[in-house]
């Protein structure tokens, strides 16, 4: 078992959120966690990553873990080549390869600000990937991609979940990305 989670509850303030998600994604499964605007989603996977501990109920994570946030949280005074092999701990050869991997082949030497917001996105996607995770958190990773990216990225994401099998929770609004990268797939509704 890589992840497991029993959210009773969790609210901001006076305005409750999650009540009662109970799961658990063992390795190679991925989990779609499908849902309106607004519902959740994001303060799910902030409370699975750890960010967050204001809630009741209990989230067991075995293993490293990795996440990929809708914005990429990059290091701006860092180069694309670092940002890599400090936050995923692999050489620059291994740092390399993972560039290419993402189409960001030449890239290495450029800062975040010099790259577009969806460079900026295949390195996030790159940083996750290189540091080969137990738990795998995605929320909504391809947004802002254009149509062949997404395709690209997708056949990317496909197979390095077959290749390392982490425990993966994928956060998209996207029906046809959870169709085709989810074992099992998980409706957010809002509360009444
Ligand atoms: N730090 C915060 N303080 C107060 N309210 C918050 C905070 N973060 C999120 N919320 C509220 O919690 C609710 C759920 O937000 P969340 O970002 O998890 O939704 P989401 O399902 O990921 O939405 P989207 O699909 O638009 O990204 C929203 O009503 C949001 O306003």
Same mark, same amino acid.
């Given at each position: 078992?890589?992840?497991?989670?029993?959210?009773?509850?969790? &609210?901001?303030?006076?305005?409750? @959120?999650?009540?009662? @998600?109970?799961?658990?994604?063992?390795?190679?499964?991925?989990?779609?966690?499908?849902?309106? &605007?607004?519902?959740?989603?994001?303060?799910?996977?902030?409370?699975?990553?750890?960010?967050?501990?204001?809630?009741?109920?209990?989230?067991? !994570?075995?293993?490293?873990?990795?996440? #990929?946030?809708?914005?990429?949280?990059?290091?701006?005074? !860092?180069? *694309?080549?670092?940002?890599?092999?400090?936050?995923?701990? #692999?050489?620059?050869?291994?740092?390399? /390869?993972?560039?290419?991997?993402?189409?960001? *082949?030449?890239?290495?030497?450029?800062?975040?600000?010099?790259?577009?917001?969806?460079?900026?996105?295949?390195? &996030?996607?790159?940083?996750?990937? *290189?540091?080969?995770?137990?738990?795998?958190?995605?929320?909504?990773?391809?947004?802002?991609?254009?149509?062949?990216? #997404?395709?690209?990225?997708? /056949?990317?994401?496909?197979? @390095?979940?077959?290749?390392? !099998?982490? /425990?993966?929770?994928? #956060?998209?609004?996207?029906?046809?990305?959870?169709?085709?990268?989810?074992?099992?797939?998980?409706?957010?509704? /809002?509360?009444?």
């Amino acid at each position: 078992m890589s992840l497991h989670a029993a959210i009773h509850a969790k &609210s901001f303030g006076a305005l409750p @959120v999650l009540r009662d @998600v109970m799961f658990q994604v063992r390795r190679g499964e991925v989990l779609a966690v499908l849902g309106p &605007s607004g519902v959740g989603k994001s303060t799910l996977l902030r409370l699975l990553a750890g960010l967050d501990a204001d809630f009741t109920g209990e989230i067991r !994570r075995e293993g490293r873990l990795a996440m #990929v946030f809708q914005e990429p949280t990059l290091m701006p005074w !860092r180069t *694309a080549l670092d940002n890599l092999r400090l936050t995923a701990g #692999v050489d620059a050869t291994q740092a390399q /390869a993972a560039l290419a991997r993402v189409g960001l *082949a030449g890239k290495g030497g450029m800062y975040p600000g010099q790259l577009s917001l969806g460079q900026q996105r295949r390195l &996030s996607l790159a940083r996750a990937y *290189a540091a080969k995770p137990a738990i795998l958190l995605l929320d909504e990773p391809f947004v802002s991609l254009d149509t062949a990216l #997404v395709t690209d990225m997708l /056949a990317l994401t496909e197979s @390095v979940i077959a290749e390392q !099998r982490p /425990a993966t929770v994928f #956060v998209t609004h996207a029906q046809a990305e959870a169709d085709r990268l989810a074992t099992r797939q998980m409706m957010l509704g /809002a509360l009444a």
